[in-house]
């Protein structure tokens, strides 16, 4: 038992040893209960052994991943610009429908009135909706075409 644990204690110097200096010497000398490793000569038939260790042996390589993390986050930002692009052309496209959908409405409505007095009446209130329908499509479009040529520039920084 106190053999083995002699044999450890040995080790474990010999291992602190090896971690603690970038060179380090130990000595094995072989004695009649076995080989002993030891920091001193155990006597004069002692064998000496170097360690030499560099600190940057277990290191990984050096990689920097800055310009992918920033090509990563640039084609992220560009793909929501153009999603954001897509969804106001889109909104452009339902407005027209809504003011071509609204313009019909009223003349189906200026078609169903049989009296030319009443016809004359309506048409200048259909004209005033029109002229409504017509301020309220274009300020609309004004503001989603503001949209989307910032939307573009924004893009265009990016490619």
């Known amino acids: 038992m106190f ?10 110097f010999l ?3 090896f971690f603690s200096f970038s060179d380090t ?9 076995g080989s002993v ?7 004069d038939e002692a064998t000496t052994y170097k360690v030499n260790t560099t600190g940057n042996q277990y290191s990984g390589p050096k990689v920097d991943y800055t ?3 920033n090509e990563l986050e640039r084609e992220r930002l560009l793909s929501a610009l153009q999603a954001e692009l897509r969804s106001n052309n889109h ?3 339902i407005l027209d ?27 200048k209130d259909i004209t005033k909706k029109l002229k409504i329908i017509n301020k309220t499509y ?22």
């Open 97 to 123: 429908r809504n003011k071509e959908r609204a313009e019909y409405k009223q003349q189906e409505r200026l078609n169903h009135i049989l009296a030319i007095d009443d016809k004359k009446r309506i048409t």
């Open 91 to 93: 909104k452009l496209t």
């Open 15 to 17: 291992l602190i040893s």
């Open 25 to 33: 010497t130990y000595y094995k000398c072989v004695t009649e209960k």
């Open 37 to 43: 490793f030891s920091q001193l000569p155990c006597d």
């Open 138 to 159: 274009k300020k609309n479009v004004s503001a989603v075409t503001k949209q989307i040529k910032t939307l573009e520039k924004k893009i265009a920084q990016f490619q």
């Open 3 to 12: 053999k083995t644990s002699r044999y450890i204690l040995h080790s474990s």
């Open 67 to 69: 310009k992918q993390l």
